[in-house]
């Protein structure tokens, strides 16, 4: 994988993008690679960690594909300034993993969240440090056992399953970008887990009843919480 650098003047590029810097966060690690046992920041969490910094400071973020070598993936990301036309540009090329449509796309998703991350300057993180220390005070409920969620995990953890139609799924928050999952937990309740873009939505999560987890990284309820 390999990239280039292009731009204009960047003056009043380059001020408004410390502006922009100043209003990061982390980008969260939001899913799971199976293969590796590991989590990573998904194209998702990725425009979630700098989309409103960069609207708010007039700065239009596009990315392309273009062509290059054969078996190659070309994209350039981009950064503009509203006001003055000024701009940025970053041109990364990776080798497809297979040449069809499917290796494509899939190096397309990876290539755009690579390059976004690196033009602006996120870090990816895992949540459980700023969240666990957030949350290090409320109870433990002792029914629920968290471990090895989305990792190891075996027959003894609780069946994480989607249902659907059930009650307790019922009178949950509608949040934008967060997903629900129903399982059944160790000591035989029914609880309901809260995933996607959890991180900007904590209050909101920890309003209706849900706690966080700092060793799955999962924010949960029982189903008959209030």
Not at 157 to 177: E, F
Request: aromatic fraction near 8%.
């Amino acid at each position: 994988m390999e990239t280039q650098m292009n731009s204009s003047e960047i003056t009043e590029l380059a001020e408004a993008m410390i502006q922009v810097q100043q209003m990061l966060s982390p980008a969260l690690r939001d899913a799971e690679n199976t293969f590796t046992n590991s989590r990573y920041a998904t194209l998702h969490s990725v425009m979630n960690a700098c989309r409103d910094a960069l609207l708010e400071h007039g700065i239009w973020l596009t990315q392309y594909p273009v062509s290059v070598e054969a078996n190659q993936l070309g994209l350039v990301t981009k950064l503009v300034h509203a006001e003055t036309g000024q701009w940025q540009a970053s041109l990364l090329t990776m080798p497809l993993p297979k040449s069809d449509p499917q290796g494509y796309g899939s190096a397309m998703t990876y290539a755009r969240r690579y390059g976004m991350a690196a033009l602006v300057g996120i870090v990816t993180e895992s949540d459980d440090d700023g969240e666990l220390a957030s949350f290090q005070g409320e109870p433990h409920n002792p029914g629920f056992s968290p471990r090895n969620y989305g990792r190891n995990s075996n027959a003894s953890q609780p069946q994480l399953t989607p249902k659907s139609g059930d009650t307790g799924m019922t009178n949950l928050p509608r949040l934008d970008g967060v997903q629900y999952r129903k399982g059944a937990a160790n000591d035989g309740k029914q609880c309901v887990l809260a995933t996607g873009d959890t991180h900007s939505k904590k209050e909101l999560l920890r309003k209706a009843g849900f706690r966080w987890d700092g060793i799955r990284k999962v924010w949960w309820r029982y189903t008959d919480a209030a």
